[in-house]
Every structure is written in C-alpha cells, then in structure tokens.
Nanobody, 127 residues
Framework: QVQLIESGGGLVQAGDSLRLSCAAS????????MGWFRQAPGKEREFVAA????????DYADSVRGRFTISRDNAKNTVYLLMNILKPEDTAVYSCAVRAPPGLWAGRRRVQEYRDWGQGTQVTVSS
C-alpha cells in the first residue's frame, strides 16, 4: 500500500528556515502530482503547495508564496518543502499527500482531491 513519511519538522524561531521531506513508497511516484497541507490547532486543514508529476509546475497558497518552495526528486521518490522566513502563524502539522488519479492537476488546492496522506510533521515557530 501507499506510504508517505514526512520528516524535518521542529521548533524554530521566527525568521528561520526548515526543509520538510516526504518519502513515498507503494506507488509510481513520478506519475502523481503531490501536495503539502497544514493544520493548526482548532483550524481546518489548508493547502500550502503543490507540484506536478514532473516538477514542471507549482502552486502556492498566498500566505506562503515567495517564502516556501516545493520541489521533488522522482529518482528518490521524495517531495520537499523548503520554508524560509518562518512566522509564528506557520505553526502547524504539515502533511504531504498524493493527488490522484495520476497526472491530474486541476483541484490541487482541495483536500478531498488527495487520495493518500502521511502522518504529518510538527512545525512550531516561536516569536
């Protein structure tokens, strides 16, 4: 079955950077768009960023555009999220997800369009 394992979270100060990784297995990784989402306590899960199957296209939430960068390495079955200039409001559990069926890009900002999810990694940004 599909398995997604996130890593790289932690406790940082405002203005710091972190790079999250999501290692995928159990699927033809290079066929799928991938997304990152986050959920803060008491809030709904929200879209952060997405990347096409080949890395040729990306999309970002307005709140992170210009600070976060999504990328992927299909040879390593891994998607990354580089987060710069972190703010306290970025504090959340960050999860990666598979946009299914293969090749689809439309609907990439909607939680319900993603088929498989990782357990998430906690990011805490102190002021």
């Amino acid at each position: 079955q599909v398995q997604l394992i996130e890593s790289g979270g932690g406790l940082v100060q405002a203005g710091d950077s972190l790079r999250l990784s999501c290692a995928a297995s159990g699927l033809t990784f290079s066929s799928y768009a991938m997304g990152w989402f986050r959920q803060a306590p008491g809030k709904e899960r929200e879209f952060v960023a997405a990347i096409t199957w080949n890395g040729g296209g990306t999309d970002y939430a307005d709140s992170v555009r210009g600070r976060f960068t999504i990328s992927r390495d299909n040879a390593k079955n891994t998607v990354y999220l580089l987060m710069n200039i972190l703010k306290p409001e970025d504090t959340a559990v960050y999860s990666c997800a598979v946009r299914a069926p293969p090749g689809l890009w439309a609907g990439r900002r909607r939680v319900q369009e993603y088929r498989d999810w990782g357990q998430g990694t906690q990011v805490t940004v102190s002021s």
